[in-house]
């Protein structure tokens, strides 16, 4: 595997399910990003872990939990959702130094979330 | 007023011909600037990055960012229908590494 992976690819969930994304990167990277995507929209930060520490929450509705268990993997935890959080929600990463995590950012491809 | 404006498009084009997309912002503090290629059903990935103000060529592609002007542009020359795609651009400041996005443009390059 190379780049920034994503599980699953695509994901129905009901408004009372609990789910989870998950996110690796195989660059050696430190800093680790989560976004959504919608329509018409620009692409939104939620999240940002710069040496596995969360360093951004962009005002985020707590159903939505992320989990950086290390540099590597990425998880977003999802619960009780709401129709309008159907979107594509990527991943990236992006080398780090002194805590700055660096402009280059990698995306993986992407969860494409449906809220029914 | 939007921290980036673009323009959603879509744009269509025959191959060959030279295309012109644009952003504009609002924020003096941006000093990075960045454009991201997009595949239907693949993530962003990074095409072109300027740091201020000035021109960068790399193959077919021209990146331009006029600060005075607040406007930055990505050229394709000689578009293959492989150019088809959603052209994000992204900014940041000096010392705030957040990237903000435009909405995108859809090319279709049609052979």
């Known amino acids: 595997e190379t780049g920034v992976t994503q599980t699953p690819r695509h994901l129905v969930m009901g408004m009372t399910n609990k789910k989870s994304l998950k996110c690796e990167q195989h660059?050696?990277?430190?800093?680790m990003y989560w976004y959504k995507q919608s329509a018409k929209k620009p692409l939104e930060l939620m999240f940002v872990?710069?040496?596995?520490?969360?360093?951004e929450n962009n005002s985020v509705p707590s159903r939505f939990s992320p989990e950086c268990p290390n540099s590597s993997h990425l998880f977003l935890h999802l619960h009780t959702l709401q129709p309008e959080d159907s979107a594509l929600y990527l991943c990236?990463?992006?080398?780090?130094?002194?805590?700055?995590?660096?402009?280059?950012?990698?995306f993986g491809p992407g969860t494409r979330l449906t809220v029914t | 007023q939007k921290e980036v404006e673009q323009d959603p498009g879509p744009l269509s084009v025959p191959e060959g011909a030279i295309v012109s997309l644009n952003c504009t912002y609002s924020?003096?503090?941006?000093?990075?600037f960045m454009w991201y290629r997009q595949y239907s059903r693949k993530g962003p990935e990074l095409l072109m990055y300027?740091?201020?103000?000035g021109n960068k060529e790399d193959g077919r592609f021209t990146a331009q960012v006029d600060k005075s002007s607040k406007y930055i542009s990505l050229f394709i020359r000689d578009s293959q229908p492989s150019d088809s795609a959603t052209y994000l651009c992204?900014?940041?400041?000096?010392?705030?590494?957040?990237?903000?996005f435009g909405k995108g443009t859809l090319l279709t390059v049609n052979p």
């Open positions: 990236a990463s992006s080398q780090a130094r002194r805590a700055v995590p660096s402009y280059e950012q990698y």
């Open positions: 992204a900014m940041r400041g000096g010392s705030n590494y957040k990237l903000t």
């Open positions: 924020n003096s503090a941006f000093q990075y």
């Open positions: 660059l050696g990277h430190n800093a």
């Open positions: 872990y710069n040496f596995k520490e969360q360093t």
């Open positions: 300027t740091y201020s103000s």
